[in-house]
């Protein structure tokens, strides 16, 4: 039954992002669910839940979406094409509803299921993948690699973060080198101290490249 579902699921999440250029693709879904079902193996959790939850994590995103309420009503549409109980369809919502990091602004995710979802999507913007994620969304979003003149944020809000002026590089300061500290799971930590590492190395090779340095 609960393959049945999965699989039911899949099809349609495959067929909403098919077409996404901004990282958001349905390869980015697969990888996400696959990194959350190595990090159930060793930290437990629901795995239906779980896979359920990875699979439909980026459907309402209201970045990917004309608003909020077109992007959930997607969701719903899923939801009324599969036999879930009420129980684990809300489970799943709340993790969808606060995995997210806005810019520092996200949610809270309080259960083991949520927190792995939420590792695996964390780690799936680190690392090569997540370099090469950062400026194919940057490019879509019309934002420039770089620009020394443009300063680093600290602290914004969600509509700051979304719609403020910032480039691609720094992107990586305003975001990226602050997640490895929002890890959840002891596996998740693993997989992100190499995913940060990497890119600490590209950023310090980029600058040396920009500078004109050998
Ligand atoms: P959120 O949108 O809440 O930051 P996501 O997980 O949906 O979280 O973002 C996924 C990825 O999209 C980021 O890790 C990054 O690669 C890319 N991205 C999001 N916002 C930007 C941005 N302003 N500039 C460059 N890349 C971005
Ligand atoms: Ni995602």
Redo the contacts with the bound molecule.
Sequence with gaps: MKKVIIEKVEQQVRELLQHDAS??DWYHIDRVRKLAMQIQCEEGGDAFIIEMAALLH?VP?E?LNESEAVGMAKLERIFDSVDIQDEAKEHILSIIKNM????GN?GVVTTIEGKVVQDA?RLD?LGAI?IA??FA??GK?G?LMYDPEIPIRDKMSVEEYRNGK?T?LN?FYE??FKLQDTINTNAGRRIAKERHMFMEQFVHQFMKEWNGNE
């Design positions: 990282g958001h980026d995103d970045k997210s990091y806005k810019g996200g999507d913007a997540g994620r950062t969304f940057g979003k934002d910032s691609s992107h975001k990226l």
